[in-house]
């Protein structure tokens, strides 16, 4: 009886860890059986059976009978006296079989049994859920907040489990309550110890793409697929789309009337501005699309042979002095994300560049790198461009200091006067 109850001990933990019960008892052996082995030193002569529809288990142990004083095993042999103790007409070389209870493993051997047996439902339980989000890496789930840390949130699901979202994955603008309930896809899964450790993205690309396929119909149903994404989570995103069939047209339908149908994705990624163009094998007419609003002038591909730092090639962008600012964006940001989408690194440059004026390139003697990179990040990439500019509105556009910023308009002002 005392095996039976230490079974059903286990019932309550067994079923809030919605583990069946033939899985239990599975366990169960493995955890005697390495009882039996610290306890005797070998559990190859012992035979456990277990009945899963009762909850039935029972320990038996093998030895054989021998001469009184002939003992060399214990644990697999028995003397004649000892045997006959059990049955009276036991002979010399005859199998015993006797029955061990729980009280015969000692106290100790039973607290460190009931540890064991509940570590391994553990793993067991731990390994179940690393399998089944394992199977969810890139797709979209959803969980409630139950904890806030100052660099993570850890969210439960509705089995309990929990999920890491880290300060990291998280869109700049994301504020989130305990109890509020927070999409994003599984990013990885690992196994830590014994315990699965599922992380949470919302700055994946992968997200925008499984919002698309949850909002919009045709991009579920295969009619339009997402080529390619480019994002910076929670400020700007290029989201290249295409279908097979003529009839449709993947950025209207994507949209919709007045974005009705992409306005729920830009609520969900805090606002995020989300271009959608049309995707296109002809790599000139893909690289103006995704340097939109910009008009282009004209172009000049230069492929490499190989892909370098994820890159197909270099492409000189012309354009006319007024679409230069356009095509950079804020900050770099659109011709940035153009470069992603697109995997070619792209260099703006003016159309038909005043004799009298001089590219910034030229003062790298006398002007720092960075500086000038600031000033080409605002679509300044000549002299007479940063000249023509206030201080003001280079102080409001760009990260320099004001005694930068005169001392490069002095450098540039003396290149005119010589």
């Known amino acids: 009886m005392e095996n039976i109850a230490l079974i059903d001990s286990f019932s309550e933990f067994k079923d809030i860890k919605s583990i069946d019960r033939v899985t239990l008892m599975s366990i169960l052996?493995?955890?005697?059986?390495?009882?039996?082995?610290?306890?005797?030193?070998?559990?190859?002569?012992?035979?456990?059976?277990?009945?899963?529809?009762?909850?039935?288990?029972?320990?038996?142990?093998?030895?054989?009978?021998?001469?009184?004083?002939?003992?060399?095993?214990?644990?697999?042999?028995?003397?004649?006296?000892?045997?006959?103790?059990?049955?009276?007409?036991?002979?010399?070389?005859?199998?015993?079989?006797?029955?061990?209870?729980?009280?015969d493993l000692g106290r100790r051997s039973i607290l460190a049994l009931r540890q064991n047996l509940i570590s391994k439902i553990h793993e067991h339980d731990s390994t179940n859920v690393f399998k089944q989000f394992k199977d969810l890496e890139g797709d979209l789930y959803s969980a409630e907040v139950h904890h806030i840390r100052h660099n993570a949130i850890i969210l439960l699901d509705d089995e309990g489990n929990e999920i890491v979202l880290p300060k990291s994955e998280q869109i700049r603008s994301d504020f989130f309550r305990k109890g509020d309930s927070v999409r994003g896809v599984i990013k990885s899964v690992e196994l830590r110890g014994n315990k699965p450790a599922i992380i949470l993205s919302r700055t994946s690309p992968n997200f925008l793409v499984k919002l698309f396929e949850q909002e919009i119909p045709e991009v579920f149903d295969g009619l339009i697929t997402v080529e390619g994404v480019a994002r910076i989570p929670g400020e700007k995103a290029k989201v290249a789309v295409d279908s097979y069939d003529d009839r449709i047209d993947p950025v209207g339908a994507c949209v919709g009337m007045k974005g009705s149908r992409i306005h729920g994705i830009v609520r969900e990624l805090g606002n995020e501005n989300i271009d959608v163009i049309n995707y296109t094998k002809n790599e000139q007419l893909f690289i103006a699309r995704a340097l939109s609003p910009a008009k282009i002038v004209s172009m000049n591909i230069q492929a490499y042979e190989e892909m370098k730092n994820g890159k197909k090639g270099r492409v000189n962008v012309f354009l006319k002095p007024e679409e230069v600012s356009k095509a950079i964006g804020k900050g770099g940001v659109n011709i940035r994300l153009a470069s992603e989408l697109t995997k070619y690194e792209i260099d703006v440059q003016r159309e038909g560049l005043e004799e009298e004026d001089v590219e910034l390139t030229e003062f790298v003697d006398e002007i720092e790198d960075w500086i000038i990179q600031e000033f080409k990040n605002i679509g300044l990439d000549t002299a007479k461009s940063v000249l023509d500019t206030t201080v003001e509105e280079l102080l409001k556009r760009t990260d320099l200091e004001e005694e930068t910023i005169l001392d490069v308009q002095r450098i540039l002002r003396e290149e005119f006067e010589e």
Not at 42 to 50: E, K, L, P, T, V
Not at 79 to 98: H, K, N, Q
Request: glycine letters at 6%; zero cysteines; aromatic letters at 6%.
């Open 29 to 103: 052996e493995e955890v005697f059986r390495a009882a039996l082995k610290r306890k005797f030193g070998s559990d190859d002569n012992f035979d456990i059976i277990i009945n899963p529809d009762k909850g039935d288990l029972e320990i038996w142990r093998n030895r054989i009978v021998v001469a009184d004083g002939e003992v060399e095993d214990e644990n697999e042999e028995i003397e004649l006296t000892e045997a006959r103790r059990i049955e009276p007409d036991f002979e010399i070389g005859e199998d015993v079989s006797e029955e061990v209870k729980l009280v």
